[in-house]
């Protein structure tokens, strides 16, 4: 898809094709959808990102609580969205055993009570073994520090499902 089919997108198409680059969160597509238009594919990225950035700390933490368990709850019921489905089949998190998914699950709940969101990782570019490392070594981080880099992988998941809408490699965006 190239910028000029994104730019003439209605309000409804926009929202439909944009509205979980950002997980579970439609209305940041739509006010990415009154900026255009758009220079580039890039410019598209930038204002996503600026969005998350301009908001106060109370609607980021809400963005990082709109994210699923790894491996959690969702994961074992099927309901999450297609994109965090597929994002986490990536990493292998669908074929943990049982005690590896206890042990994520108690990290997980750990992270929670720490921070008061969930442990927010760009799955699909780790291996399944790095997940539960990775949140181990960030339950012990300050609380801003956290906030930071959770904030950095919710952009860093927003560059991969857009690449993916757009056809593109993520690389160029």
Same mark, same amino acid.
């Given at each position: 898809?190239?910028?000029?089919?994104?730019?003439?997108?209605?309000?409804?198409?926009?929202?439909?094709?944009?509205?979980?680059?950002?997980?579970?969160?439609?209305?940041?597509?739509?006010?990415?959808?009154?900026?255009?238009?758009?220079?580039?594919?890039?410019?598209?990225?930038?204002?996503?990102?600026?969005?998350?950035?301009?908001?106060?700390?109370?609607?980021?933490?809400?963005?990082?609580?709109?994210?699923?368990?790894?491996?959690?709850?969702?994961?074992?019921?099927?309901?999450?969205?297609?994109?965090?489905?597929?994002?986490?089949?990536?990493?292998?998190?669908?074929?943990?055993?049982?005690?590896?998914?206890?042990?994520?699950?108690?990290?997980?709940?750990?992270? /929670? +009570? #720490?921070?008061?969101? $969930?442990?927010? =990782? %760009?799955? !699909? @570019? /780790? +291996? #399944?073994?790095?997940? $539960?490392?990775? =949140? %181990?070594? !960030? @339950?012990?981080?300050?609380?801003?520090?956290?906030?930071?880099? %959770?904030?950095?992988?919710?952009?860093?998941?927003?560059?991969?499902?857009?690449?993916?809408?757009?056809?593109?490699?993520?690389?160029?965006?």
């Amino acid at each position: 898809m190239d910028i000029e089919k994104v730019n003439s997108m209605d309000f409804g198409e926009f929202v439909d094709v944009f509205g979980n680059v950002v997980e579970r969160c439609p209305l940041i597509a739509a006010a990415v959808w009154s900026q255009r238009p758009f220079s580039d594919l890039q410019d598209l990225k930038q204002h996503f990102y600026a969005f998350i950035d301009a908001l106060p700390q109370s609607g980021q933490e809400g963005i990082l609580r709109c994210h699923p368990d790894l491996a959690g709850r969702e994961l074992q019921l099927g309901t999450l969205t297609a994109e965090s489905q597929r994002e986490q089949s990536s990493a292998g998190l669908p074929g943990l055993g049982a005690d590896e998914r206890l042990r994520l699950a108690e990290l997980n709940a750990q992270y /929670r +009570a #720490r921070f008061g969101f $969930p442990f927010v =990782l %760009a799955a !699909r @570019l /780790r +291996a #399944r073994e790095a997940v $539960p490392r990775e =949140l %181990a070594r !960030r @339950l012990h981080c300050p609380r801003a520090q956290e906030l930071r880099t %959770a904030l950095g992988e919710v952009k860093t998941i927003a560059r991969l499902r857009l690449a993916d809408l757009l056809g593109i490699d993520p690389a160029r965006l």
